[in-house]
């Protein structure tokens, strides 16, 4: 399901900078990153390999179904 | 996740199990409308807003490579400088991904200048602007010098680097703001508004001049990670007047048939990778030709591994024109170039490796035998770039070599340009990068030059209102259409291979058909429950006007050349079709279409 899981995130907010299509936010309660519209993931990894603690775990499948025009 | 999303999801599944996908135009707005036009939950109050002023002399939006140079070129010329972007510093569009740069240093090449520029004006078949082409390639080596001070070339994500020229000047930088309008007083330009994502939050931007570098687009297509460039720059400045172009054109990369929404994993190692510099490669990399013959003998295409005879070799009559000089021998690759236009074909395994940066290692030997895209094996499947045309051969005409448009004070740089760099075709490995760096360091300057001309405008408030009431709209409506379902409705009218790769005017016709219907009765319903849906809406809108180019702009050019194949039209039409054509928004609203001869510069009244 495209960005799937952030475990041990320390608040530090690249994550939701580094995102092209706003998938991440900071919780205002927790202060810690949270998957907000994980249906916009294009699964680019920029949140993981900006991420300073390696905290973000992303898979390959689109967390909707994919609409592919032909194959 | 919530009822409706629920409900589009069934909706798409019964889409895709009962029409399998081809005939579905119909069935998919009747299925899919049931789920969609659904009550405003709004999250935040549209009576709520703060305001927050700026003024300044060059206001640059956008903040990829173009974005970068436009604001240092303009700084460095004496202009006060603000750079707004709807992401991130070298972390949004396309530049994240982009991992070669064409550096082309006349002592050491091989080529001359004059040389390099008549190649890819050959391979280009005229669609290319020399003037671009040339510039591109005799400021390329500066602009990459000027990289490897900032520390370009140490790290894979540009960020950092990217800081380095910008902090040191103390360049404002505003991020995660969305700029929906670019403002005209008095026949020209006066600036820009838009919306922060993290705060209530309007910017107005009172500008003696703006550049715009914020790419091109498509249509949030799966598997090219292009999903936040939706046109929001060629749209938002059709709006205000500026002529665009290049709209026929299309890039045909393909992505991977296993996952192909993964844009990381269908590329391979490649984002890991730290950019390197590329030397003269000319070719004549379509795309649309992977397309053709999947349109003919069925997909999955498989590829092979690179340098060896793909698993399906068959011959294919008919097809795009390749010119001779550049036609390989083995079936396409397709596309060609990396995400961001950038990489090198046919460079060993899965383009593992980054060459190193620096010497001249031009390469003579043409494209081996079924090379593929760099770092993808396996079976492809075609439309992961879709809505997007070859790189700076769509967006905002230029009126001359500085990046100026017929808007006086507004300029554009790198995809965001139609500047024709390389034609409407892919033709050197690297340059699209170099070119963005170029083309913004030239716009910089020429919009600082433009502001000691002229005083700081303002914007009316009348004018301000208007904008503010449209740049809020979907967030006051009390109903309407979901951004996501309006987008993926657009998907499955234009995505298909046989609308915009493999054209046919019925074809073409019926999806304008489709599109005007979005165009006049779900573009003015969009809602927004928060300020992440706000953005989309406006996005989709973009896209919505970008879909309605395209299908009129295919429509017209009645032959087939470099991107733009016609089944109907497939010769080149050199008598009639040596021209670009060029798209504006008449006083009635309406919009227009003229030809621009190739090789000539706009008539500016």
Known sequence: MAISKISGCIGCGTCVQSCPTDVLRLDPKSGKAIIKYVEDCQICHLCRMYCPVDAIVITPEKSIPVIVSWG | MDESNKKDQLSRRQFVALTGGTIGLAALGSLGLMAAYTENEREVDPADFKYQENETDVLVIGSGMAGLFAAVKAHDAGAKVMMVSKGRLGSSGLTPFAKGIFAYDEKTSDYSLDEFTAMVSRSALGTNNAVYTRQMAEHSLARVNELREWGFFESNLYNKSFNVPITERNIPLIERVVITHLIK??????????????????????????????????????????????????????????????????????????????????????????????????????????????????????????????????????????????????????????????????????????????????????????????????????????????????????????????????????????????????????????????????????????????????????????????????????????????????????????????????????????IEELRDHHLPMLRAADLHELRLAHETANMIITAEMKLKASILRKESRCSHYRLDYPELDNENWRAWINIYKEEDGSMQFEKQPFGSWPEVI
């Open chain 2, 185 to 514: 007083e008095n026949g020209r330009i006066a600036g820009a508004s838009g919306f922060s994502l993290d705060e209530q939050k309007i910017y107005f931007f009172t500008a003696k001049t703006v550049i715009l570098c914020t790419g091109a687009g498509g249509f949030k297509p799966n598997g090219f990670p292009v999903c936040d460039l939706t046109h929001d720059g060629t749209v938002m400045a059709y709006q205000i007047g500026a002529k665009v172009t290049g709209k026929e054109w299309n890039d045909g990369h393909p992505g991977r048939s296993t996952n192909p929404a993964a844009s990381y994993d269908g590329w391979g190692d490649m984002f890991d990778q730290k950019p390197s510099t590329t030397q003269i490669e000319i070719h004549h990399d379509l795309g649309v030709d992977l397309n053709y013959r999947a349109y003919k003998l069925g997909n999955p295409i498989q590829m092979g591994p690179p340098g060896q005879e793909p698993g399906q070799g068959a011959e294919l009559d008919g097809g795009p024109f390749v010119p001779e000089e550049f036609r390989r021998s083995g079936p396409p690759g397709g596309g060609g170039e990396r995400p961001g236009g950038e990489g090198r074909r046919g460079e060993g395994p899965g383009g593992r490796g980054p060459r190193g940066e620096g010497g001249n290692r031009e390469r003579r030997r043409p494209p081996r035998k079924g090379d593929g895209p760099p770092g993808m094996q396996g079976s492809l499947a075609g439309g992961s770039s879709a809505g997007m045309a070859i790189h700076k051969s769509e967006g905002i005409v230029p009126i001359n070599e500085k990046c100026e448009s017929n808007i006086p004070g507004l300029y554009a740089a790198g995809d965001a340009l139609g500047s024709y760099m390389a034609g409407a075709i892919y033709t050197q490995v690297g340059s699209s990068l170099a070119g963005s760096a170029v083309q913004g360091a030239v716009a910089g300057e020429a919009a600082a030059a433009f502001c000691q001309k002229v005083a700081m405008p303002v914007i009316s408030s009348s004018t301000r209102k208007n904008i503010e009431t449209q740049m809020l709209a979907p967030l006051k409506r009390e109903a309407g259409y979901s951004p996501a379902w309006v987008t993926q409705t657009l998907q499955g009218i234009m995505i298909p291979n046989f609308v915009l790769y493999i054209k046919k005017e019925s074809m073409l016709k019926a999806a304008l058909a489709y």
